[in-house]
């Protein structure tokens, strides 16, 4: 009988621990597995040793439902990529024998794209070493939602409903005053705008805002952006605008870096302002009137007391599928979610090639953004729409959310 | 028969809208009370003549509780100090004469400090001019907790909730390294640090954030501030901290005006940097660790979503109250709480003269803050406690937040 290890890697998001949760309720559950361990900090924790059993911390149903009402990674997270086995294979050898040290027979690695590399590179290495008795699956997490080959990626979902509630929100805050104001809120996505997508989902209901949505997948221009505020400020007092934190000029630099290029701050080095920030400036000066910039900055990923049923559910059966593949003996596949129909919307989960996912980046179709380049298209919401359906209930305690710690 | 007419002032919070439906309630139930108006914008709809008429467009049960879990002004807000009628009298003159138009006996004001100075001085005119038939009684609103005569304010206990709740949260985001990494998180409030106080309760549940409190009512040392931050380091990877947004140097001066005067940003004016990301620029600098400010913004007064049940509670019945009052033929008051007991929790409803309040602040009580200045006391958090306990049930559409729109 083999033991399961389960370990958690890269950002933060609020199902990460739901993910974490299915890969404990299937090792707990199935008579294949004895122990279930999980790895400190990633493989940062599988390189030093650093394990810790999770059978009696994680057994009973409060637990896991606390579990899964916990944002972030409980076993700890790290960014770690691993050097490539031919040209250093130290780190290699180490993992095994921790492995084999704790017997351990499956390893579910949790995590985004760098983690999706772990998990080839150590898969791979498995094969060419013939190490034919561990198995080494992925489950997917990034709130960037920014892995290829499924059709959106847990903490995603969640990170979503928080954007969308928070501009319906933020709506409501900026329509009060009668007098022209522009907030420009920056949320996070260097590479895909996915995130700053969803801030469309805030109109949903008929809530004001946002007004405009800059993706980082098209050039931004400042000359636009402006004529876009200054023709929406003659129609109504109150714009909202959603900037992703990547946005790039023509010429593929950061916004951020143009400001950066004009000046220094007060200790002589570069600002580093946010995409926001920056537009509040140049609408301080261009425009003139009332503005502010608003970031969502931990917010939107650790948000989990307003967490997407929808997500939390997928994420959960996405890392019992994990975890139940690999005890079948599969090995160097992802667990992904592929979308069977949006209307209703109907889903199956499924096994991809490691190699497919790893270092690959999946950025907003073209087409899913308007011509302008100023908004979404109905496409985008029909997307998005399904992904952060439904509300969790969430146990508070003195009037605040309740966590739970593994350490 | 007369009319009642309510209108909404200053900054936006979660529990405004909660005791205009108070109002609207009462207005709706008395008989004495044939229609229920609402000036748009504040005083600035009076003084213009923006009225609207409520009953029809607020009357059903699902209505006023969907106005409940609004967050922001739905009659819209202002922020405009009325001049002294010995000086002026025309806005006044105008204001009688929009009562006269519409028929209205009794008008009540939720707002801050500077609508209570508009019930002083309005209630101060009729008096004067023996205008006996037009009763104004105020009620209280303002999410920075700093009226006096009051034991706490609507729209603060919510916004507690938020920042205690995020407070948690972030102490999950940021323990996921296992390296020194500094989080500083600003917190609105520049004259009263009551809303940074309220991040002491994230950590009622045993979360680890915030490591360190300080409010704007002690003065900041850098100095004193980069060795609490050194040494926390030495214990912990991650250290978070709460600053009021208004914390300033031993010479009185902000500490973001520090930064000004050192420097100035790419387009030659100075910076408007908050307090966090100067202190940002300075571990940056002093300690050199992974650091990074947040600011809870917009969001802290607005996310009706997490509202505290005690504060939705008690602000709709000091709406209540307030109307009640001002039929019963009260004027040149503000409604208040008085706190009976803390443990358990009770509260009476008072009615305050109005010049005792007008133009005046009210500070966090030095003795609430530890001798270091970098954190609160007990007695601090069994005042706040009560305040943020209960959630509300928010009603969803499309995964996102339902907000009534009044026009």
């Known amino acids: 009988m083999k033991n399961l290890l389960v370990a958690q890697s890269g950002g933060p998001s609020a199902a990460i621990n739901a993910t974490l949760c299915g890969v404990i309720e299937k090792g707990l559950a199935n008579q294949n597995i004895d122990k279930v361990y999980g790895a400190r900090n990633g493989i940062i924790g599988l390189l030093s040793d650093r394990m810790i059993e999770l059978n009696a911390l994680v057994s009973d149903p409060q637990a896991l439902q606390l579990l899964c009402q916990t944002p972030s990674s409980a076993l700890g997270s790290c960014r770690m990529k691993l050097s490539h086995w031919k040209e250093s294979a130290f780190e290699y050898e180490k993992i095994i024998s ?10 579910i690695y949790i995590g985004g794209n760098d983690s999706m590399d772990t998990v080839h590179k150590l898969a791979e290495y498995c094969r060419f070493k013939k190490i034919n008795d561990i198995c080494i699956v992925g489950a997917p997490k990034t709130i960037d939602n920014d892995l290829v080959e499924t ?81 929406k400020l003659a129609e109504k007092h109150a714009v909202v605008v959603a900037v992703s934190e990547g946005i790039q000029n023509e010429a593929g630099e950061y916004i951020t870096e143009c400001m950066q290029m004009k000046g220094e701050d007060a200790f002589g080095h570069k600002i580093l302002a ?7 400036e140049v609408i301080r000066e261009e425009i003139g009137c009332k503005v502010r910039s608003v970031e969502l900055n931990l917010m939107q990923r650790c948000a989990s007391h307003v967490a997407s049923a929808a997500d939390i559910y997928e994420a959960r059966l996405l890392g019992m599928a994990a975890a139940e593949y690999a005890v079948a003996g599969g090995s160097g596949k992802m667990a992904a979610i592929k979308r069977a129909s949006t209307t209703p919307y109907r889903f199956a989960l499924d096994f991809v090639d490691i190699e497919k996912i790893a270092n690959k980046v999946k950025t907003v179709p073209d087409d899913w953004i308007n011509e302008e380049g100023n908004d979404v298209t109905p496409e985008m919401l029909d997307y998005l729409l399904p992904l952060i ?5 969430c146990t508070y305690q003195n009037g605040v959310p309740v966590h739970f710690k593994l350490f």
Chains 1, 2 share one sequence.
């Open 389 to 393: 359906q439904g509300e969790l209930p």
């Open 98 to 107: 921790v492995f084999r040290k704790y017997n351990i027979g499956y390893f």
């Open 274 to 280: 946010g995409a926001a920030r920056y537009l509040e």
């Open 151 to 231: 059709d959106h990626c847990p903490g995603f979902g969640s990170a979503a409903k928080y954007i969308a509630t928070t501009f319906s929100e933020i709506a409501c805050d900026c329509n009060v005053y009668a007098l022209p104001a522009v907030t420009i809120v920056e949320v996070m996505g260097r590479d895909a705008g996915w995130l700053t997508a969803a801030s469309a989902l805030g109109r949903i209901n008929g809530d004001a805002a946002p007004d405009f949505i800059y993706l980082c997948e098209r050039p931004f221009s400042v000359e636009d952006f402006l004529r876009d505020v200054r023709k």
